[in-house]
């Protein structure tokens, strides 16, 4: 059994996949901090070969679950952000500053898409870009929907948007404080995307395939205007190009890939951005 690691800021997430079959056979998440209790929604290490980690947590938490699981298990393989990788070239100054969950990302939208605007709804929102060749632009970071809550302090950060909320019903003016601040902060975060999205296809002169990952994704998505494809697994799809193990992965298969979507074209982009200039 393989197991994948995405350690966020807030969450941890796991799966185990099956070496021989490629199928994914159990996922859960525990709450990132430095020590990985027994009894907590933990996969049993025993059945465990290789693990592979991508982590933007502190360092010492990295350390840690390292430390731990090579007591454990045979090979362990952790993502680091680097200047180029499976034809990317990383865009940052200083490529190890590039957040590893993004650069994961990047590299499996780049593998599955050719270039891709990368777009992961997690405790942050990172947007960011790569051109069909693989020069990866950088990207664009907000708080996430959670953090925008909370910083907010209006005593609404447990009133999570409800993901199946329409995402019209989400633009109406709120009448009372727990719709203003969920409506409010669902709107900044789509306009940004979406804006952001037209600006830099504009910029570049070019439609990229936009793909969405993160704990956010499902209810980000119904308020991005472009077609795009939700891909909860992107960053181990990352994980998988860096790493191949099995059989499919070395076949440069990533699981729960979607299907790529068609982008707009570019007139639309613009005549779009246009518009919206004239208001
Ligand atoms: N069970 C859950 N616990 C916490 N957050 C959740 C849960 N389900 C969905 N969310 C949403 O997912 C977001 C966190 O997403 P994700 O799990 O991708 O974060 P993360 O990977 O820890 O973030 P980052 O990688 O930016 O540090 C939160 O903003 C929250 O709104
Ligand atoms: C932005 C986050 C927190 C998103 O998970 C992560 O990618 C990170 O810590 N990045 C380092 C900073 C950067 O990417 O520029
Ligand atoms: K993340």
Redesign the pocket.
Known sequence: MILDL?I????S?WRLKDAESSEIRSRG?VW?REEWRPGADIPDLDVVEAVRISS?ARAAVLEETVTLLRHKVRHVYVAHSTPEALGVVNGYEEPSRLGV?RWMGALAGYQLAGGCCAV?????I?IDFVLPGGVHLGGFIIP????MKESLKLGTRNV?IDPESEADALLEPGRRTVDAVNHGIYMAAVSAINRIYSEVCDQQGITLPVLLT???ARVVSRGVQVPHAVWPDMVYGGLEASFPLTFTERAGKMSGAPRVPEPVSLEKIRAGLAFSMLL
């Not at 992961?120 to 942050?124: E, H, I, L, P």
């Not at 996430?144 to 953090?147: I, P, Q, V």
């Open positions: 995405d966020g800021n807030t969450l997430k998440a990132t933007v969950d992961d709804c997690g405790s942050a990172t996430g929907l959670r953090l999570a993160g704990g956010d």
